[in-house]
């Protein structure tokens, strides 16, 4: 599913980020950018241990906010982290940090002269933020973005699983234009 923003594509795929060939990939990580599970513990076994190297020397990340690394073995040329809120039923400004997930990776991404990048959905498998919530957010900060920024040409979001594909498809049918 492919979706034209001003020049720029939105594009929905289901599938495994390590494997994409965009400029850059977005890595859910956590605040130590030192490892975890999920879409982080594929991208440090896809890339090899060149990334969690860099990663040491960046001093962790915050909660919204995103720092960049190679990618290792990876087709990609770099990583960008990013750290996800966990979900705690919705008051605690989950929605505000989701967005700006998407919106500092976008800059850095812009800062690195990365013109495709591809991201997983952030923050909707161990940090338990409903994918339905968090699908919107996504696609709205992503688009929002595109149609302000003409140095990004494609933003591919490769969801894992169906019931994830399928939140995102039908929040990306939600948007105008
Ligand atoms: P978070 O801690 O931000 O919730 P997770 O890695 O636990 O991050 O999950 C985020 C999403 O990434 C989930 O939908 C999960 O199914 C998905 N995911 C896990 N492995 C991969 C992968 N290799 N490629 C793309 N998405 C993945």
Do not use: W
């Not at 990580?29 to 999920?38: I, K, Y």
């Not at 809120?85 to 976008?106: F, K």
């Amino acid at each position: 599913m492919k979706k034209k923003i001003a020049d720029s594509f939105l594009e929905l795929v289901q599938g495994d980020i390590t494997q994409q060939d965009t400029d850059a990939i977005v890595n859910a990580a956590n605040t130590s950018l030192l490892g975890g599970g999920g879409v982080d513990g594929a991208i440090h076994r896809a890339g090899g241990p060149q990334i969690l190297e860099e990663c040491r020397n960046l001093g962790g990340c915050k909660t919204g906010d995103a720092k960049i690394t190679t990618a290792g073995n990876m087709k990609a040329q770099f990583v960008i982290h990013t750290v996800g809120p966990v979900y705690h039923g919705g008051t605690a400004n989950e929605a505000a940090l989701l967005a700006s997930c998407y919106r500092r990776s976008l800059e850095i991404a812009v800062e690195n002269h990365v013109k495709t990048v591809a991201f997983p959905s952030i923050s909707t498998g161990v940090y338990g933020y409903p994918v339905n919530e968090a699908a919107p957010i996504a696609l709205r900060t992503v688009h929002s973005f595109l149609l302000e920024n003409s140095l990004i040409t494609l933003v591919r979001f490769v969801l894992f699983d169906q019931r994830t594909f399928q939140a995102y498809a039908d929040a990306l049918n939600a948007i105008d234009g």
